[in-house]
T-cell receptor, first 112, second 113 residues
Framework: DAGVIQSPRHEVTEMGQEVTLRCKPI?????LFWYRQTMMRGLELLIY????????DSGMPEDRFSAKMPNASFSTLKIQPSEPRDSAVYFC??????????FGSGTRLTVV | GNSVTQMEGPVTLSEEAFLTINCTYT??????LFWYVQYPGEGLQLLLKATKADDKGSNKGFEATYRKETTSFHLEKGSVQVSDSAVYFC????????????FGKGTHLIIQP
């Protein structure tokens, strides 16, 4: 199993540009989570999906953030327009039932 | 709401020293408790977990016991190695459904040879 796959690993973009982060969960996992990690706030849950349906997006900081899961093997997190304060490492994780969460390697986003 | 509090770092120890990283939690239900480890430039890896009171999770020489009476899940290791240098996160999951993890701020552990 290749684990949770995130792309890109690093993204540098200019303020105001649209950014799309991608995640491929582990096959057979029915829950998917997006987290953001910063020095100031630590790890924050942004949104999670169960069976491709968004369950809780209360952690999404602003309307500039949106997430989709069009099928069981793919999810995107989009920021439009991006701002310097969005700079962080974004992690995707997946889970099957009561088993442990498996995290991807993360996308380091820098907005200049 | 749920919260996790863990000791501030960095924690610096010599190789073969005994390690304790404290973790306490607040939760409304009966949470599952986890320790995750993050090596530089990598994602989080599950280190160990416990799903009910008095359970002991263990892996790679690390242990933690779910103490409901003190709402704690302290991480211990009898003899640390340089390769244990990483950031350690205590986390909880409230309930058995598809909910998210609530993390502590993380403790940076540095092991010196």
């Amino acid at each position: 199993d290749a684990g949770v796959i995130q792309s890109p690993r690093h993204e540098v973009t200019e303020m105001g540009q649209e950014v799309t982060l991608r995640c491929k969960p582990i096959s057979g996992h029915n829950s998917l989570f997006w987290y953001r990690q910063t020095m100031m706030r630590g790890l924050e849950l942004l949104i999670y999906f169960n069976n491709n349906v968004p369950i809780d997006d209360s952690g999404m900081p602003e309307d500039r953030f949106s997430a989709k899961m069009p099928n069981a093997s793919f999810s995107t997190l989009k920021i439009q327009p991006s701002e310097p304060r969005d700079s962080a490492v974004y992690f995707c994780a997946s889970r099957q039932g009561n088993y442990g969460y498996t995290f991807g390697s993360g996308t380091r986003l820098t907005v200049v | 709401g749920n919260s996790v509090t863990q000791m501030e770092g960095p924690v610096t120890l010599s190789e073969e020293a005994f390690l304790t990283i404290n973790c306490t939690y607040t939760a409304t239900g009966y949470p599952s408790l986890f320790w995750y480890v993050q090596y530089p430039g990598e994602g989080l890896q599950l280190l160990l977990k416990a799903t009910k009171a008095d359970d002991k999770g263990s892996n790679k020489g690390f242990e933690a016991t779910y103490r409901k009476e003190t709402t704690s899940f302290h991480l211990e290791k009898g003899s640390v190695q340089v390769s244990d240098s990483a950031v350690y996160f205590c986390a909880l999951s409230d309930g058995g459904g598809a909910d998210g993890l609530t993390f502590g701020k993380g403790t940076h552990l540095i092991i010196q040879p």
